[in-house]
């Protein structure tokens, strides 16, 4: 009885803010995978979310405040579809409100930052599941995180630039003591090309520093892209060159990428190289519904120790080793 007054009371709640709105949408994924991943001899099959996309829930909401200037709202949580629970605060993939018009958007809350939209968009899965180019990433051991922020203000360009686009982010410490985050990104897309710049900056004395630069074009048949990812702080670097390309085929999409890290740094030690291959293939059931399949495997060089997103449970590759899987999944848009 208490569980339906509380269900009740969720969905009243819902209720009085879309009777403010001009409009509110409840959204989200369902992705779940059946997964075989090896490592150092040891083989785990598993079932996993967010092979595809992350399995996520959210609710948006606009307001149309007339004169070209709109208010909205966003909050979306991630959710691990196969065991029906939530391993991060709730409504951590975003939590932002925005006002927006000619002059572009004004955005404040939890989000990812520009240089993580940046990669994303020349990543045939978007930095998701097997495949994922931030399987060879490195934070340089800052634990400064490569893609979401709290405490962010935002602007974005209005849309149009004739083609040129960018955003700039600033994420205040409030107590951290990794200190602020700067972030910020400038493009250009117009009909098959898209080229685009994105850097980062954090930290309070040294700096953890992250470049990325990236194009694509579409010829129709297959879409090539080139994605190039430098990380810093101090004495330590890494640099991370990946080609990619996605093509129609039937009523779905076949992609393959291959990413190339290598150590830079000025500390002889840390020396490492490491590569991936990914390649998958999406079958569209219909406009909400996919099929997919994604097989990866990474290459560790010495002292390299790069591991396959979303392992679980987690196989550790030693140095000089190989980690690989596949998968075979269904995901659901609604």
């Known amino acids: ?85 939530t391993d991060s605060a709730f409504w951590a993939r975003r939590s932002t409100i925005s006002v927006w018009g000619d002059f572009g958007e004004v955005r404040l809350g939890r989000f990812k930052n520009s240089t993580k939209l940046a990669y994303e968009d020349f990543d045939p899965v978007t930095a998701t599941g097997l495949g994922s180019v931030e399987n060879l990433y490195s934070d340089l051991g ?16 209005p849309a149009n ?33 898209n080229v685009s710049a994105a850097y980062m900056e954090s ?50 999409s076949v992609w393959a990428s291959y990413s190339d890290a290598a150590d830079k740094s000025t500390v002889a030690s840390t020396k490492y190289k490491a590569s991936q291959f990914a390649a998958g293939y999406v079958y569209n059931l219909s406009k909400r519904t996919a099929l997919y399949t994604t097989v990866s495997l990474i290459d560790n060089g010495e002292k390299a120790t790069f591991n396959l997103n979303g392992n679980v449970p987690a196989v550790a590759p030693a140095g000089d080793g190989r980690v690989g899987g596949f998968d075979l999944g269904v995901r659901h848009n609604f």
């Open 1 to 85: 009885m208490k569980k339906s007054i509380v269900a009740l009371a969720v969905l009243g709640s819902f209720a009085g803010v879309a009777a403010a709105q001009s409009s509110v949408t409840l959204f989200g994924v369902v992705d779940v995978a059946a997964r075989y991943t090896k490592a150092n001899g040891q083989d785990v099959y598993s079932l996993a979310s967010g092979g595809n996309a992350t399995s996520r829930l959210g609710v948006r909401g606009v307001e149309d405040l007339g004169g070209g200037l709109k208010a909205g709202f966003w909050l979306e949580s991630r959710i691990n579809a196969d065991a029906g629970t």
């Open 142 to 157: 800052t634990k400064a995180g490569l893609g979401r922020y709290d405490n962010q203000v935002t602007y974005v360009l």
């Open 161 to 193: 630039l004739g083609g040129f686009y960018g955003s700039v982010d600033v994420a205040a410490g409030e107590g951290s003591t990794f200190g602020k985050s700067y972030s910020g990104r400038v493009g250009y897309k117009a009909n098959a090309i």
């Open 203 to 252: 930290g309070v004395d040294t700096k953890y520093k992250l470049l990325t630069l990236g194009a694509s074009y579409d010829f129709g048949v297959a879409k090539p892209s080139l994605i190039y990812t430098t990380t810093e702080f101090g004495a330590l670097k890494q640099e991370v060159w990946t080609a990619a390309v996605t093509a129609p085929l039937g009523s779905g």
